[in-house]
């Protein structure tokens, strides 16, 4: 995927002259893939610790657990495809000034914990799968820790200062949440990893800043202009080192200007090559949309795009790590999540309001996954469809109803069906399109290795 995308980006800067200049361009659309996820990181914690104290809406200062004890309404718009299975737990973590400590208590509920850096990557991943249902007493700790840690603690370690604990717990619905959910997210701990034993500590309370209130992160980073971009990425690489994987990519950016802590001079560049690099994001946002709507042939199940590979752990593929942040940022990796979306029906035709749909699996084929499934529909923007009855997901965990010989069918359409209408998906009015994605949680080797392939979305009118 990384050279696929890449050629295609490239394509964009052929306009550009030969030479030296042309290669400049390419390598300051390099920088600014491999920005993005640090970006966009950014920018989802100073929306989401803007706030005093914890709040139950994902909401907290650094270091300290945000919740989310309901599931969200179309209007909600802080991060792409929200995830409506699950309570969120999250830490927006800052280890620039010490690790912290955290607890997870012991559960029969399905869980994961896992652990962004600020490059998108998952560091780990705490939950039923990897580390079972017990108790967890973790040590998150930051690139330049040198000190002992207790052995008892389990330690996770960043190069990064910026990272990002994205929990889900699964939730049947509101009332198994506040029974059940709620409890287990009560429990949660964090704190300094130094007031691990202080059972007296009590978090710092927050500010608010107005400049980061009222906001989409994604949005705040598509809409800034190349030289902002390049600045705000160069301070963000002081905290935030690249890896020694990324060494070769860094001695290309030194040579334009790119380094730790230094600001972008636009001027050095002649007219022609300065007009072409203050277009960059609109262009690489266009070749995000193209990309989602003509994904590569083998990735492809009956009009679903499913990655089986790559995600989660990008190494030094920035085309495609930049990628999936722009189309669903904080993705795990394929063992802990599978995310087949899914633009076009069966027939390869976009979804549209206008028309009504069916999803049918065979008795046989139900998805094989050892947590649990769902169906999640979104505007093309990446929100939720607004809709009379407020539903926007069915699932493995919902009350369906199953046909008589074990099958199931989900009907996506404006409308209610006459019959089964706990099986219907509402879809948006008419004429407005959509896409579709499935979730499926510690999914079975079968899919993994693609036997068990997603059946195609029909359209029946």
Request: aromatic share 12%.
């Amino acid at each position: 995927m990384k050279k696929s995308i890449l050629v295609i980006f490239l394509a964009s800067f052929m306009l550009v002259g030969c030479g030296s200049s042309k290669e400049q361009i390419e390598i300051l659309e390099e920088a600014y893939l491999y920005g993005y996820p640090m970006l966009t990181m950014d920018y989802t914690h100073k929306l989401s610790t803007n706030v005093v104290e914890p709040t139950s809406r994902g909401k907290a200062p650094l270091n300290q657990w945000a919740t989310v004890r309901q599931f969200p309404k179309a209007a909600f718009k802080s991060v792409v495809r929200p995830n409506l299975d699950t309570y969120y737990s999250l830490i927006y973590a800052d280890l620039s000034k010490g690790p912290l400590y955290i607890y997870i208590p012991s559960t029969e509920r399905y869980y994961l914990m896992p652990i962004l850096n600020v490059f998108g990557d998952v560091i780990a991943s705490p939950g039923s799968r990897t580390t079972g249902q017990g108790e967890l007493h973790i040590a998150l700790v930051g690139p330049d820790y040198k000190e002992d840690i207790d052995s008892d603690l389990m330690v996770i370690r960043s190069g990064t200062s910026l990272n990002w604990l994205v929990g889900r717990v699964a939730v049947k619905n509101d009332e198994d949440g506040i029974s059940e959910v709620a409890n287990f997210q009560e429990k949660l701990i964090v704190k300094p990893l130094k007031e691990r034993n202080n059972e007296n500590y009590i978090a710092p309370k927050g500010s608010v800043n107005p400049e980061y209130n009222n906001f989409v992160p994604l949005e705040k980073v598509n809409g800034l202009d190349i030289v902002t971009y390049f600045n705000q990425m160069m301070a963000l690489m002081v905290d935030n080192p690249p890896t020694k994987e990324d060494a070769p990519l860094m001695s290309k950016l030194k040579s334009v200007g790119i380094v730790p802590g230094g600001s972008f001079d636009i001027s050095q560049f002649p007219g022609l090559e300065k007009s072409v690099i203050n277009k960059l994001p609109e262009l690489v946002q266009k070749k995000f949309k193209e990309i989602t709507a003509k994904p590569k042939t083998e990735n492809m199940q009956n009009g679903w795009t499913v990655n089986t590979s790559g995600l989660g752990k990008y190494g030094t593929n920035y085309s495609l790590r930049a990628y999936v942040t722009n189309i669903g940022y904080g993705a795990n990796t394929p063992d802990d999540a599978i995310y087949p979306n899914s633009a076009v029906d069966s027939d390869g035709n976009t979804y549209s309001g206008d028309y009504k749909y069916k999803l049918h699996f065979d008795a046989d084929k139900l998805p094989p996954v050892k947590g649990f499934w769902s169906l999640t529909m979104y505007t093309k923007e990446g929100f939720l469809v607004d809709n009379s009855i407020d539903r926007y997901v069915l699932g493995s965990m919902k009350d369906m109803q199953y046909n008589k010989d074990g099958s199931l069918d989900i009907f996506i359409q404006n409308e209610a069906p006459e019959t089964m209408q706990s099986n219907w998906l509402p879809s948006p009015g008419k004429g407005v399109e959509f896409e579709l994605t499935f979730r499926m949680y510690w999914p079975e080797g079968d899919v993994l290795n693609r036997t068990w392939q997603m059946p195609g979305v029909d359209k029946v009118n």
